[in-house]
């Protein structure tokens, strides 16, 4: 059914059962570690490099929550790109097993001064923390200078802790997963019959067909779509060199969707995997050709393909409040919502809103501007806004 491209998956799932084991062999080192750390007194928080530092890597391969987000492969993409310094707080001591840690990104911007963000350009980046006391220790030792940050953000996937009273609500999402634990029949039955399966079945009789990869030309393909779609919501795309860095940097877990008819790209998608779960991360589409059911096609693609690569869940990624159809999309796909609220510290007032009007002005004009203008205009502006 589908077209392979350039890579084949080569089974990202292999050695669960080992991950499982180290799991819980870490979770019995964390135990003896803070009863001994709360025999000496408080917890002391210690900045590593999580690229350079040998345990990170194991670290998020067996914890729990961590996710791509966390990986050291996107962590090299946003410094390759961006410039950004990932940096991570942790009260296990030099030369021990990790068993907490809160990775961010420190942005150096002349636009938007200096900030922490956990991190940039991600959906989510959740506190890899089990106990409140070493919560407490972490983001107490983060709001301790508040002149060397103009602020710090955390992007939890889950609720915050009490330890984090101190961080105030700055931006709110919806996040959107699909179990894939059931069988593929009826994952499909749980789509909706009008907006989904049926725009399935008309993409194949109108000759639509799918690939997948990570070549250079599936990614110009991707571009070229993503520049038509962002311009049409009247925002600058992202620099192709961060898709690049993105593809070079996570290497088989980073993969393109495209769907295409009679060789012309209709939709394409980028995905990114990692241990059990793949993330639909970026989308776009040739909006003159929606009707041929290009998008509902591919991203049947993309779930039948997961679930039969052993995945159990696939995050839809976050979607704004306020964009309605997005929303609806991705619930007539059977995906649970499950709100993702974004803290700072300090509070700031003013956070921008798609509502605002001088955003909305912006977006017009964008919406307006020349292709060959609005490329170098995200070149030039992301790395400020991450």
């Known amino acids: 059914m589908t077209q392979k491209a350039a890579l084949e998956f080569s089974g990202s799932l292999d050695g669960r059962e080992r991950n499982d084991a180290e799991l819980e062999w870490l979770l019995c080192v964390s135990s003896a570690s803070r009863a001994a750390s709360k025999a000496h007194g408080p917890a002391r928080v210690y900045s590593i490099d999580p690229l350079s530092d040998p345990r990170w890597e194991r670290f998020i391969r067996v914890h ?39 990775v961010f990104c420190e942005v150096q911007s002349w636009l938007t001064r200096r900030r922490l963000v956990s991190l940039p350009f991600s959906d ?27 602020y710090v953000e955390i992007r939890p996937r889950t609720g915050i802790p009490s330890s984090m009273s101190l961080f105030h609500k700055s931006e709110s999402y919806c996040l959107h997963l699909l179990d894939l634990s059931a069988d593929l029949e009826v994952i499909f039955q749980g789509m909706h019959a009008d907006c989904v399966r049926r725009k399935i079945r008309r993409a194949r009789r109108e000759g639509v067909t799918c690939e997948r990869g990570n070549s250079a030309q599936l990614l110009r393909d991707f571009y070229d779509l993503q520049v038509a779609t962002r311009k049409r919501h009247g925002l600058p795309p992202q620099p192709l060199a961060w898709f690049e860095a993105l593809a070079q940097c996570l290497g088989q877990d980073f993969t393109i969707w495209i769907a295409r008819r009679n060789e012309t790209p209709l939709a394409s998608m980028i995905t990114l995997s990692f241990r059990e779960q793949m993330v639909y991360k970026y989308g776009a589409s040739d909006a003159i050709h929606h009707s041929l059911g290009s998008v509902p096609l591919l991203m049947a693609e993309i779930i039948e393909h997961a679930k ?16 309605e159809g997005l929303l609806r999309f991705k619930d007539h ?49 992301y790395r400020h806004v991450g």
């Open 64 to 102: 729990p929550r961590a996710t791509v987000f966390h990986s050291r492969a996107w962590l090299q993409a946003l410094k390759q790109c961006y410039g950004y310094l990932p940096v991570a707080f942790t009260t296990s001591v030099p030369h021990e097993k990790l068993r907490n840690a809160v």
């Open 124 to 150: 989510h980046c959740e506190p890899l923390m089990d106990d409140p006391e070493d919560a407490q220790a972490i983001l107490s030792h983060l709001t301790q200078n508040p002149r060397r940050w103009r």
């Open 308 to 323: 039969g690569h052993g995945y159990r869940e696939l995050n839809l990624g976050r979607t704004a409040l306020d964009h």
């Open 333 to 381: 796909l059977g995906a649970q919502r499950m709100p993702l609220v974004y803290r700072r510290y300090p509070a700031e007032s003013g956070v921008a809103s798609p509502k605002n009007l001088r955003l909305r002005i912006g977006n017009w004009a964008l919406a307006r501007m020349p292709e060959r203008l609005l490329v170098p205009l995200g070149e030039l502006l």
